[in-house]
């Protein structure tokens, strides 16, 4: 199933479109701009004169008449799938790669100590490290080190962690934009 992806007037990602979505907009004049190498041509019917309607789209379009969403500043919504792909399915305390099924979200200042569940203090861990770890801070137990530092993934982050299927032009499109702390492309 190919996505879109739909940004707002000024270039920022917006959402994931679905097919239709796009048709709809595409159909209703509500793409201003449209970006990519790649065309992607959807059939739709056929009119009485025995012609068929067709409808190109590149990967990413501009939403016609969208602003940018006062969200885009506030912090993204945090859940175990993308916190999983944020840290590329790796436990940060044995550094093992690991099925979604087998991991979880480890709290780095646990919420029995006045943790928070923010980006910034979570990373995925495997079951067992996170129950050996328990309700302590790593440096309150013995030999568990965190691998890597916890951090807040910035909008283009969190749209390539959002993506099924992501094409390669949304992914430079998206991946042009990255800090250089972001783990999406390591």
């Known amino acids: 199933m190919v996505q879109i992806l739909g940004l707002d007037i000024a270039g920022n990602p917006a959402q994931w479109l679905t097919a239709e979505q796009a048709i709809t907009a595409a159909a209703t004049g509500g793409i201003a701009w449209q970006w990519g190498a790649q065309v992607i041509v959807f059939h739709g019917g056929w009119n009485r004169a025995g012609e068929r309607s067709i409808i190109e789209l590149r990967p990413i379009v501009a939403l016609a008449g969208r602003r940018p969403d006062a969200w ?29 099924r087998d991991l979880s979200r480890d709290h780095v200042i646990p919420r029995v100590q006045g943790g928070h569940d923010i980006w910034t203090n979570v990373v995925t861990a495997c079951r067992s490290c996170n129950q050996r770890k328990g309700g302590r801070r790593p440096e309150q137990t013995r030999n568990m080190q965190l691998l890597f530092v916890p951090y807040a993934p910035c909008l283009w982050e969190h749209f390539i962690l959002s993506a099924r299927g992501i094409l390669a032009d949304q992914m430079e499109f998206l991946a042009a934009r990255l800090p250089r702390h972001s783990r999406a492309l390591n």
């Open 72 to 100: 885009l500043r506030a912090e993204l919504p945090l859940t175990n799938g993308l916190l999983f792909r944020r840290d590329r399915y790796t436990c940060a305390y044995c550094g093992n790669r690991f099925l979604p």
